[in-house]
């Protein structure tokens, strides 16, 4: 049996009065998701465990059965794995976003359309100007990038910048959770402090000002931790002797690679709206004929939401399913009955709130053999009705990985 997995990240909503109290997954037109409810079993996965913030490290790892007790380690681990940045024991991984700083607000937390090569540019030349033997800036995707502090202390309170869109951003600032973290977050606000007065004025910054772009003026680091403790999945589940991950994201790819699976790069997957949903779909369908497991993520919906852009979001929820599910599932037949395909967001990002939030998800698991469960539509309210009821834990990648 085949096992693929469509996530959509932050596809989840609350019900808005702009669609007339319906969430997006209820309003938007997705005849191919309702297909999978329709004749699959259905249920709610609660992907964020009581006590830990709504992040999607913590919600694609529990997705894949991870218990977020013995492995969490915050992001940037997951983000280092990916780019091939070999970790130390002592080495504390932090992302490292390029904000947008508006005076006292933090008006982005992307920079808006951001370019990797834009941010290759700023990244080297803070590890030029900032950069020492214990202090490593490293390149990532866009806006995404990675800051490495040898020797550093986790114990740590950073808020993830997307929590606080235009909101006063001094009362954010790294904070030390022990005594022996006050040197680590002293050091992190002082190299906050010191790279928005060499960004604001760097030439690149300069040509974004002049063509109406927000400028990448500052560092914003969270998400620390070591090098997180993560077994394969091919050693959990014999199922899987061979996996693979698709998508734009460096956090994802490096749980990919923690998680034992094979990392396939998408060319014009950018993580953003305008990714290229057909593209990832045939990545997803070529990899299914070498691979018992795929696990296929896409970004789109989750920017969308963070931007707090309604009809954005309804594009990207109706993209997945026109442009990536629906030739996946023209391919159903290649596969002779063979094929498994779960679909779920990974938790919220509510357009009115544009953060993450923790409640549960809803779920689809669609087997050629099983038993339909009378659910006609995938959104979070029909999910309620499915035979699954509430999940949490690894109960949902249990399920998945039957026969």
Known sequence: MKRLIILGDGMADWPCDELGGKTLLQYADTPHFDWLARHGRNGLLKTIPDGFHPGSEVANSSILGYDQHLVYEGRGPLEAASIGVELRDDDLALRCNLVCLEGDMLKNHSCGRLETEEGDVLIRFLQEQLGSESIHFYTGVQYRHLLVIRGGNKRLRCTPPHDIPLKPWR????????????????????LMHRSRELLENHPLNIKRKARGLDPANCIWPWGGGYRPKMKPLTETYPQIKSGAVITAVDLIRGIGRYAGLDVISVPGATGLWDTDFRAKAKAAADALHTHDFVYLHVEASDEAGHDGNLHMKLGCIEHIDHLLLAPIMEQLSAFNSQLSIALLPDHPTPIRLRTHTAEPIPFCIYRPDATPDGVQTFDEVAARKGVFGTMEGDAFIREFMKS
């Open 171 to 190: 009362e954010h600032m790294p904070e030390a959770e022990c005594p022996e973290a006050e040197e680590t977050a002293s050091l992190l606000a002082r």
